[in-house]
Every structure is written in C-alpha cells, then in structure tokens.
C-alpha cells in the first residue's frame, strides 16, 4: 500500500517471537500524525510485544516498522528514542531510589540542550502539579497513580514525536483513569504528539481514542473509529462480561 505523508508510523507484516515461541502473526498497523490510536485485546493478546517491537526490545522479529518513511526496525532502542520515539513501559516502571527529579532527568539522557531541559522540567511541573509536591522524594515512595504521572514524564523528557504507551491507566481508580486520558489528549494537544497507547479498559479506550486496532491471540482482529468500535456488535461481544 502507498504511504501517505500523514503517516508517522506504520507496521507492515510484524511477526515476533519469544525464544521459539511465535506471539504476533503478520501485524498491521499505521498511525497518523496526531492521532490518539489504541490498541485493546485480551491479556496475553500481543499488545505489549507491539510497543516493545517498535522501541527496539524484541530481538527476533519479521516485518518492518517505518517511522517518517524511514525503516526503524532494526534500530537499537537509544536510537529510536534520539529519532522521537518515547515509551511509557507497563507497570509503571519508576527507578525507586531515585528522586523524582532524578527520575526526570534520566529521561532527557539522549538530549544535550541543558537550557531547554531545564525549561522542559519546569513545564511538566506546571502540568503535572504531583510532580512538583514530590520533586525531591524517592520515586518508590509515591503512590500507584503518582508512580504512573513520573513514568510518563520521564518518557516526556526525551521530547518524543510519538509515543507510545502501555497500560498507564492500569490500577487507577476510575476518576484517575480518566483524568490521566484527559491529560494525554491535551499532551497531545500541547505538544504536537502522536500516541499510540495499549489499555485494558476496552470501552475508555475507544471513547477516548479517534481510532483502535482490535488485537486477539497476535493478530489482527479489528480496526476501525474508536467511538464507532465501541458499539460494534463483534466488539461487544468480544468484550461482553469484560469491560461492557
Ligand atoms: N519475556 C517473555 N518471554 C516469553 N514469553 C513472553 C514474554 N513476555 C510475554 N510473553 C508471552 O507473550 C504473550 C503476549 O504477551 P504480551 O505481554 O504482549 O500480552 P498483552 O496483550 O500485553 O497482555 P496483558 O494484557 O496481560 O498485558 C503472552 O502469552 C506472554 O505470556
Ligand atoms: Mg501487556
């Protein structure tokens, strides 16, 4: 298929293994500029494996991934990260010991423009009033929703182009989850961001997403308008006693 200029990333034929054991099966995908697309399935469905194919994690992969046009795929991961990528892992991966602030830092690890990291630190204050009240407390310490806040920012420090985003409402109270899916559009608003994000919660994904992709046992399911997925009959019976 001919790539259009809109596309920031696109996946064509993406199979993946661990060790010998095949988890995705001939993915396809592709994300426009600015889009907010989600990617929703069972657990176990290969959703993660995607995120960790794009950034660089997953050794034994077939397929390919462009980014701007340009072949990524066989990128190492501080590459894709200086090219624009940024990655929020699941289960809100923080460095415990670390501050807050030392949690920030590490992220703008690729960047040398000391002055506008600084302004960036600032910024994401601003935006994020918890990182702010517990700059300088160790990031193991805060609480789940906190821990989640520090973890995107730091992938926000890397000044990412697209980034990508696994379960970060995962654990959250339901006021949480949509506070943090608010924030992400007006990110996304703010900083001219493209995201693609991994959630469990099927029925907020799809209302908060313009488009999701619909993953069940590695492969392609569905895809479609977010909202329009979200009453799909197929979708709602693949979901039905889950989320809806
Ligand atoms: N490091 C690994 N080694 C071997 N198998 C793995 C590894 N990581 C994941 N798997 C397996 O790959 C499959 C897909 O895992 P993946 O984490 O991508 O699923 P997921 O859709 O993100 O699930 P969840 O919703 O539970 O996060 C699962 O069967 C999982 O057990
Ligand atoms: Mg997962």
Do not use: C
Not at 29 to 50: Q, R
Not at 115 to 136: G, S, T, Y
Not at 178 to 192: A, G, T, V
């Amino acid at each position: 298929m001919k790539q259009t200029k809109k596309e920031i990333l696109k996946i064509k034929n993406l199979s993946a293994w661990y060790e010998q054991l095949q988890i995705l099966y001939n993915i396809n995908m592709h994300i426009n500029k600015g889009e907010i697309v989600s990617i929703i399935g069972p657990n176990g469905a290969g959703k993660s494996t995607i995120l960790k194919s794009i950034f660089g994690f997953i050794e034994k992969r077939t397929g390919s991934i462009l980014f701007h046009n340009q072949e990524i795929t066989s990128l190492k991961t501080h590459e894709l990260v200086s090219k624009g990528i940024g990655y929020v892992p699941q289960g809100r991966i923080v460095f415990p010991g670390l501050t807050v602030l030392e949690n920030l830092e590490m992220g703008a690890y690729t960047r040398t423009d000391k002055k506008e990291i600084k302004k960036d630190l600032q910024e994401l204050q601003a935006f994020f009033p918890q990182l702010q009240k517990h700059l300088h407390t160790n990031a193991g310490l805060l609480s789940g929703g906190e821990q989640q806040i520090v973890s995107l920012a730091r992938a926000l420090m890397s000044k990412p182009k697209l980034l990508l985003m696994d379960e970060p409402t995962l654990g959250l109270s339901p006021q949480m989850k949509l506070m943090l899916f608010q924030k992400i559009k007006e990110l996304r608003d703010k900083l001219q961001l493209t995201i693609l994000i991994v959630e469990q919660n099927a029925k907020l994904a799809l209302d908060m997403s313009d488009r999701a992709y619909v993953l069940e046992a590695g492969r392609n399911k569905l895809e479609g308008i977010g909202n329009k997925l979200l009453h799909d009959k197929r979708v709602q019976h693949l979901y039905l006693g889950g989320e809806f």
